[in-house]
Nanobody, 115 residues
Framework: QVQLVESGGGLVQPGGSLRLSCAAS????????TRWYRQAPGKQRELVAG???????NYAGSVKGRFSISRDNAKNTVYLQMNNLKPEDTAVYYC?????????WGQGTQVTVSS
């Protein structure tokens, strides 16, 4: 079992920044990739970024160059640094940790970009 707790969401003005955190506990040795997803009202959940246990990262085209995913293995935490935020980035952001048997989800954290 893996438990995930997200934090760092909030209200920010367009052009601002936020850093989301996803802290993992439990059988963390079994995680091979951690991803951030987001879901805006009335829309499907979409992949934002992912990072493997070895540190390889990938991004959705809509956030490439603005968002950066990283990991601190000592803290069992994956971060999503979000810069130059836009109103269309408004969504609930979820962390997902994938093992060979299943994926685990956090509870989500709300990000609202508005003036």
């Amino acid at each position: 079992q893996v438990q995930l707790v997200e934090s760092g969401g909030g209200l920010v003005q367009p052009g601002g920044s936020l850093r989301l955190s996803c802290a993992a506990s439990g059988s963390i040795f079994s995680i091979y990739v951690t991803r951030w997803y987001r879901q805006a009202p009335g829309k499907q959940r979409e992949l934002v970024a992912g990072i493997t246990s070895g540190g390889m990262a990938n991004y959705a085209g809509s956030v490439k160059g603005r968002f950066s995913i990283s990991r601190d293995n000592a803290k069992n935490t994956v971060y999503l640094q979000m810069n130059n935020l836009k109103p269309e980035d408004t969504a609930v952001y979820y962390c997902n940790a994938a093992t060979v048997t299943r994926g685990y989800w956090g509870q989500g954290t709300q990000v609202t970009v508005s003036s």
